[in-house]
């Protein structure tokens, strides 16, 4: 059994951002050779989330929207007022509540074990971001 480990990095743009990381994840299963096992994906922040879900442009509209008015920004919450990083972004951290940190995915034959309409997702809750990662870790063998 082999346990491999790769990170993703990348710079996000807005405040809240949907990217779809499936295809860079695709290329590194592809290229380590593992035919069957388990990947596991984790966001390296608290303030953004692993997601599996359908890419549908109005779908992501939907769902940027629905985080926006569940938890909205200008909330009165206690976090901002002394924050860690100088960041007001309680926001963030309590729609990461409902979202999950990481994603298991079974691979099979050499691929993801995905649904027709199923992405992969970086969900970026507290942006603009310079940088921002995904740990990857695989278990399998060839």
């Known amino acids: ?5 790769h990170r993703l990095e990348f710079a996000t743009t807005a405040p809240i951002q949907i990217i779809d990381v499936t295809a860079q994840v695709r290329d590194w299963l592809a290229a ?5 096992g388990l990947l596991t994906l984790i966001s ?3 303030t953004a989330r692993i ?3 359908e890419r549908e442009t109005q779908l992501e ?3 940027i929207t629905f985080l926006k008015r569940f938890v909205p920004r200008d909330g009165d919450y206690l976090h901002n007022l002394e924050p860690i990083d100088g960041r007001d972004n309680a926001h963030s951290h309590l729609i990461g509540l409902l ?6 995915i079974p691979v099979a034959g050499g691929a993801l074990v995905l649904g027709e309409w199923q992405s992969i997702f970086f969900i970026e809750l507290d942006g603009p971001r310079p940088k921002r990662g995904i740990e990857l870790q ?5």
Do not use: P
């Not at 695989?138 to 060839?142: F, Q, R, S, T």
């Open 1 to 5: 059994m082999k346990i491999l480990r």
């Open 32 to 36: 380590t050779g593992v035919k069957d």
């Open 44 to 46: 390296l922040h608290t």
């Open 51 to 53: 997601n599996v879900n």
């Open 61 to 63: 509209r939907d769902i």
């Open 99 to 104: 979202m999950n940190s990481s994603e298991t």
């Open 138 to 142: 695989l278990l399998g063998n060839d």
